[in-house]
């Protein structure tokens, strides 16, 4: 009897003893991983909604600018340009601004917080499979692999048209009030700006 419990206790030593290796090594390995993963701080997360900003608000301005021309030149043909539609349409215009900008930035805090949650999914995953497997030099490896992706510039995709709506509206107005002027007011505008009729609008002096 004596010999049977001197092996179990044998066995239970060596149980021990590697359950504790095995923790060391996940220890180990946590740590790397851990190291590995410091580079995901704020500073790399304010640098990624920051490279949509830098990518994103020239095309913005781009737009917008292009949109200025065209509203100058319907107004320019129409002899608006000194009336208080001009007043109208740009306040209409700085506010379809303002929204879009408004959307950039929040577009660029969503890239911001998606590449939060994919760094913490990372991560977790690979504890998960430390933990399962107990390789240390395995999770620094697969560590280090993650972390290289995680950290290779995203492709951006270019904005769409932001204020196609605007002189899709201008051109919509144009055709509603000139079908108006040629059929004798058969067709009737949902509205009358006067930006297409130069006795609606009200000149500045």
């Not at 410091?38 to 500073?43: C, G, L, R, V």
């Not at 043909?77 to 303002?98: F, I």
């Not at 951006?156 to 009030?177: I, V, Y």
């Not at 108006?180 to 009729?197: C, H, Q, R, W």
Request: overall charge neutral; aromatic content about 8%.
């Amino acid at each position: 009897m004596a010999k049977k419990s001197d092996g179990g206790q044998a066995a239970a030593m060596q149980a021990s003893q590697q359950e504790q290796q095995r923790q060391n090594k996940i220890r180990s390995g946590a740590a790397a991983i851990d190291n590995t993963f410091s580079q995901f701080n704020d500073d790399f997360y304010k640098g990624r909604r920051d490279g949509f900003l830098n990518y994103a608000k020239p095309q913005l301005d781009d737009q917008y600018a292009d949109t200025r021309k065209q509203l100058t030149y319907w107004l320019d043909g129409r002899g608006l340009l000194d009336s208080s539609v001009r007043a109208q349409k740009e306040a209409e215009l700085q506010k379809k601004y303002d929204l879009n900008s408004r959307s950039v930035a929040d577009q660029a805090l969503d890239y911001e917080n998606q590449t939060r949650n994919q760094v913490s999914e990372a991560r977790a995953g690979l504890v998960r499979d430390l933990q399962a497997t107990g390789d240390a030099s395995g999770a620094q490896q697969a560590a280090v692999n993650r972390a290289t992706a995680l950290s290779a510039q995203p492709t951006f995709s270019p904005l769409a048209s932001l204020f196609g709506d605007f002189t899709n509206t201008l051109a919509t107005q144009a055709n509603l009030e000139r079908g108006e002027a040629y059929s004798g007011g058969m067709i009737k505008p949902a509205f009358n700006t006067g930006l297409f009729a130069n006795k609606d609008a009200v000149k500045n002096t």
